[in-house]
């Protein structure tokens, strides 16, 4: 069983950067953030395969954030520029177990869970 625990959430002005973390206790196949907003459904909003050597990336987030992991240290990050209200959110960590190096949007595809770290992005 792997535990996930995200760091690096808080308040930002529109237009400001953050960066999250999410440290795992032991090593797994893809990893993504999600994130779900109030009275919204969760969304995967960018994904790594575990080489680092693919990416992947919602519309809305494109060219703002990136997503980058550091294997030797089991920690995936998201660095967030350019912020916009609509990015508030809850943030999810999410990894498939090292069996499984392809990614994908659907949730349930992802055995492992972080407990979310809250983003708040004022206008």
């Known amino acids: 069983q792997v535990q996930l625990v995200e760091s690096g959430g808080g308040s930002v002005q529109a237009g400001g950067s953050l960066r999250l973390s999410c440290a795992a206790s032991g090593s797994t196949g893809c990893m993504s953030w999600f994130r779900q907003a109030p009275g919204k459904e969760r969304e995967g909003i960018a994904s790594?395969?575990?080489?680092?050597?693919?990416?992947y990336y919602i519309d809305s987030v494109k060219g703002r954030f990136t997503i980058s992991r550091d294997n030797a240290k089991n920690t995936l990050y998201l660095q967030m520029s350019s912020l916009k209200p609509e990015d508030t959110a809850m943030y999810y960590c999410a990894a498939r177990s090292a069996y499984w190096s392809g990614c994908s949007d659907s949730s349930s595809l992802y055995q492992y869970w972080g407990q979310g770290t809250q983003v708040t992005v004022s206008s």
């Open positions: 790594i395969r575990p080489s680092g050597d693919s990416t």
